[in-house]
């Protein structure tokens, strides 16, 4: 009988929105927000007193505010003109006057982001019963409305255009996205490239710099010059310098006459990947070679006039790098005036279902496939992750599809990915999604479960059931370095020293970890007169510590217990630096700036 009538009011229910729904204020309000979040544009609305009641998704991003904070806020107080632009609200002179502003240039300061923003605006008055009530603002971001306009000039010049014939294969047009920040990274690209300076590339490993440094050299006028690409790490340093400054016959056993590097890309571009990688010593050079034009080949005692662009690439921090040894201060001073950084693909992933539209589309191709989307839920997992290898990772992932499953597919799902890659997207104690890790004694392995992509190693006391930090598991699985695998396998003569990591408080199913490490020689850990505070296990808050210090954040623990080791060991020999940096195995470089840093 409750079915009954729950049916006919159900049948009802259809017949009064077939009639025609009466639709609230709210639900309207709800329907007109919806609908101004979706806008290209952004939008910023005032009421009568000139104070904000409503800022889009787009003026979020281009403005670098927080809508919610910045409600019922005056424009005074989220807005100050530049000292181009008129000294007064625009927004109160159309409130004041009912009259809409046109289409017009204008440039003001978010004060919450510090950012200065060059746009173009249109503003207009809403008007009821003869009294203007509100001001809304209609604004175009220039970086984002020079991308459009020139994507719709590539329609009609794509087919037309020439393809480069300087060993390159990549143009702006072959860059995908429309991120607000890719598109202000692709916009000052093309604007580095009219100018001949040099570039520091910096991204993060897959994120496309080659693709960027290729595109700046055919936006240049080097175009018609060479391209010439070396990754510095996949080369040994001791040929690297003989590879960029050439040779001639007779300077070492073997040598020939053979012009390096630089004066093969004549009249065009050198572009350096990884430079981060390259010996110290050599950068020295390099930085000659910037700075002077000029090059002498090994052997010779005759300087050599170039002229090409240099652009180089990190794929870390630069100032990581400075601060670890890896790039020299003045290399980077001297290429800092233009860094381009190219944004991950985590910060970006609304791109990610055009990326894939564009992978899909050139897979097809070249597998003869006509997979027409990706699923809705595979799409899902897809803007979840986070992308450790960018743009390439997800490039592999895609064409993992192609290699392992049947023709004819309509549909791309997660079941078509390849193992390796499934296990990524598994949802968290998924059965089959990670593997258990056995117990038993050093140096076994068990195999995971069906479904699993590696035997799981064991080797540490206890045990842990199916699904102990299922999200680790899944990382082992999938072929992928972890800490307690790896350090299971420590031989058994070693230095016991106290983990600094314990179980998460609540877990039922700990995963264990090894508390000794194997003793190396140069082993700073108990060095003599070194405070307790500063060793492993000896932070406060640590197994075995009196409780009564106060924890330190970790950071601070840390540089307290490398400021211990660079003081002991430069006591112990002297005060002499060279050596104190060769037995510490870093750069005298970096060991200088470390004593600078901790007053040493």
Request: hydrophobic share 40%; charged share 20%.
């Amino acid at each position: 009988m409750q079915n009954e009538t729950e049916a006919r009011a159900g049948e009802r229910e259809v017949d009064r929105v077939g009639s025609g729904m009466e639709y609230t204020p709210e639900m309207m309000n709800r329907i007109y927000e919806a609908v101004l979040n979706q806008v290209e544009e952004a939008v910023v609305i005032s009421d009568d007193e000139n104070k904000v009641i409503f800022i889009n998704r787009a003026a979020e991003v281009i403005e670098g505010v927080d809508a919610k904070k910045s409600l019922h806020k005056s424009m005074e107080e989220l807005y100050c003109p530049t000292e181009n632009t008129p000294k007064h609200s625009r927004h109160a002179i159309v409130l004041n006057t009912g009259i809409a502003a046109n289409e017009y240039f204008n440039q003001y300061v978010v004060k919450a982001s510090h950012k200065v923003l060059n746009v173009i605006e249109r503003m207009f008055p809403v008007n009821y019963k003869n009294r203007t009530v509100a001001v809304y603002s209609l604004i175009k971001n220039l970086p984002v409305m020079k991308k459009t306009m020139e994507q719709s000039l590539e329609l009609y010049t794509h087919f037309e255009e020439e393809k480069p014939r300087n060993g390159t294969k990549y143009t702006f047009s072959s860059i995908l996205g429309n991120d607000i920040n890719f598109v202000e990274a692709i916009s000052n690209a093309k604007h580095v490239a009219q100018n001949q300076t040099n570039v520091l590339i910096y991204g993060e490993t897959g994120t496309g710099k080659e693709l960027f440094a290729q595109s700046i050299h055919n936006y240049s006028v080097f175009q018609n010059g060479p391209f010439i690409s070396v990754n510095c790490a996949a080369i040994p340093a001791t040929l690297l310098e003989s590879m960029f400054f050439g040779t001639v016959k007779g300077s070492y056993t073997g040598a020939n006459n053979m012009a390096g590097l630089f004066e093969q890309a004549e009249n065009g571009t050198l572009f350096l990947d990884e430079i981060n990688s390259m010996d110290i010593a050599l950068q020295a050079k390099l930085l000659k070679v910037i700075e002077n034009k000029t090059v002498r080949r090994i052997g010779s005692e005759k300087e050599l006039a170039i002229n090409c662009r240099i652009l180089c690439a990190l794929n870390e921090d630069p100032l990581e790098c400075i601060e670890n040894g890896k790039l020299r201060r003045d290399l980077y001073y001297r290429l800092s005036s233009c860094i381009l950084h190219i944004p991950p693909l985590r910060s970006r992933k609304s791109d990610i279902p055009l990326l894939c539209g564009c992978f899909i589309t050139r897979f097809n191709r070249e597998y003869g496939q006509h997979i027409r989307r990706i699923d809705s839920g595979l799409m899902e997992r897809f803007l979840r992750y986070q992308w450790p290898g960018n743009v390439r990772e997800l490039q592999h992932v895609v064409e993992s599809a192609y290699s392992v499953s049947e023709q004819n597919l309509d549909v791309l799902r997660l079941e078509h990915i390849s193992p390796y890659y499934r296990s990524f997207f598994a949802e968290p104690g998924a059965a089959g999604a990670a593997a258990p890790v056995a117990a038993g004694t050093a140096g076994t392995a068990e195999p995971g479960p069906p479904g699993s992509a590696a035997p799981v190693a064991a080797g540490t006391a206890g045990t842990a059931g199916p699904g102990a930090a299922g999200a680790a598991a899944a990382s082992i699985a999938a072929g992928r370095v972890d800490a307690a695998a790896s350090m299971a396998a420590a031989p058994a003569a070693s230095q016991p020293v106290d983990s600094p990591i314990s179980s998460a408080a609540g877990a039922t199913d700990p995963m264990d970890f090894p508390t000794t490490f194997p003793a190396a020689q140069g082993d700073f850990r108990a060095l003599p007169g070194e405070p307790t505070a500063h060793r492993p296990g000896g932070f406060p808050g640590s197994p075995g510590q009196s409780p009564e210090l106060p924890p330190i954040p970790l950071k601070e623990a840390m540089d307290a217990y490398e400021k211990s080791i660079l003081a002991a060991t430069l006591a112990r020999l002297g005060g002499n630096v060279s050596a104190a940096a060769r037995e510490l195995m870093i750069t005298r470089q970096a060991l200088q700036h470390k004593i600078k840093k901790y007053g040493l």
